[in-house]
């Protein structure tokens, strides 16, 4: 079988290289107070589409720093009772997912949101971030306080969604999941460890682990160029690059992982140039909750065949 990374027995059993800040854990206990002492004054304005079926609304919210926050929204039609939920994340520098893909869940009876990521490509606001802008966003805030980082706020984004789609009087919060691929899938991971209430997480290789592997295997590019790009212009002789990854651990999706305590399907393609398989597996491995893996040997960071239809089946479990 041809490979990329580690053999599959490897990787069920590695478990990262990047390096965990000593605070983490308080870190995140004091990011997740300062999220819930926020009013996020969530606003609902009917969509520019429609069906037979859904209501659909575009969703603003208020999120740290001040931002507001956009996100897709829709409920089934004369609903009755408490539905379930599901939130979406999307991929890397795009936008939410399109209301036709949303749509099959809602015609099953779900509630579903999806969030665009501040700054990238949909509707979501963005905020000031301390040093350089230019590359992919987990380097930005690395020159700050761990507090500055972007991925940061975006993690307590996810959170602040999921308070909101739970609050609902005709959502079932103990019947919420969410899902993604790629940024959307590390979003996955992190919106389910810092809302432990969520029941059911599916992350489609997982994007934002383990960053120090990326760079041991020299494929700090694409979606991980800003590594390389930081290094070069901020750290030139290396005299500081402990220090930066010990930085980005703050907002590494493998330490959040054992606080999940969802029910977790993943997907990853062990031919993924992208984002390694040995970096989603150092997150996966860490999950203590019930969890099952779907591996494409002969497959990269791209359409996973009939990975769409598993998601929906095992939301539906719900």
């Known amino acids: 079988m041809p490979m990329i990374d580690m053999s599959l027995d490897k990787l069920r059993v590695y478990q990262g290289v990047n390096p965990c800040p000593a605070d983490f854990d308080a870190f995140w206990e004091r990011s997740l107070a ?13 969509a520019n589409f429609e069906t037979s079926y859904a209501e659909c609304f575009d969703l603003t919210f208020t999120s740290t720093k001040g931002v507001r926050i956009y996100a897709k929204f829709a409920r ?6 408490k539905a379930p939920a599901v939130l979406f994340f999307h991929g890397l520098s795009g936008s939410s997912q399109s209301w036709m893909s949303l749509m099959p869940y809602v015609a099953e009876g779900f509630v579903v949101a999806a969030m665009d990521c501040r700054g990238q490509g949909g509707k979501s606001e963005d905020g000031a971030y301390t040093g350089t802008t230019y ?9 700050g306080a761990p507090e500055g980082l972007y991925y940061r706020d975006v993690y307590l984004d ?7 789609v739970m609050g609902l009087d005709y959502v079932d919060e ?9 940024q959307g899938g590390g979003l996955t991971v992190a919106c389910a460890a810092l809302v432990p209430e969520i029941k059911r997480c599916a992350p ?20 991980y160029e800003g590594m390389r790009y930081y290094l ?3 750290d030139p002789t290396h005299e500081r690059v402990d220090k930066f990854f010990e930085k980005l651990g703050y907002i590494d999706i493998q330490f959040l992982a054992p606080r999940i305590q ?5 997907f990853t393609g062990l031919m993924d140039t992208i984002v390694p398989p040995s970096t989603q597996f150092a997150a996966y491995n860490k999950i203590t909750s019930k969890k099952d893996v779907v591996v494409y040997p002969d497959f990269g960071h791209e359409n996973l065949p009939d990975a769409s239809e598993m998601v929906f089946t095992f939301m539906k479990g719900l």
């Not at 996810?158 to 909101?164: F, G, K, N, S």
């Not at 019947?175 to 993604?180: D, E, F, I, L």
């Not at 997982?206 to 592997?213: E, I, K, Q, W």
């Open 158 to 164: 996810t959170v602040m969604l999921a308070r909101i």
């Open 76 to 81: 089934p039609k004369n609903l009755t009772g």
């Open 262 to 266: 969802a029910d977790v399907l993943m």
């Open 34 to 46: 300062e999220v819930r002492a926020i009013e996020p004054a969530p606003s609902y304005s009917p």
């Open 135 to 143: 590359t992919t966003p987990f380097v930005r805030g690395a020159d």
């Open 232 to 234: 070069r212009h901020f």
């Open 204 to 223: 489609i290789y997982p994007y934002l682990s383990d960053y120090r592997r990326v760079w041991d295997m020299d494929l700090d590019k694409d979606a």
């Open 174 to 182: 103990s019947r919420v999941g969410c899902t993604g691929g790629s």
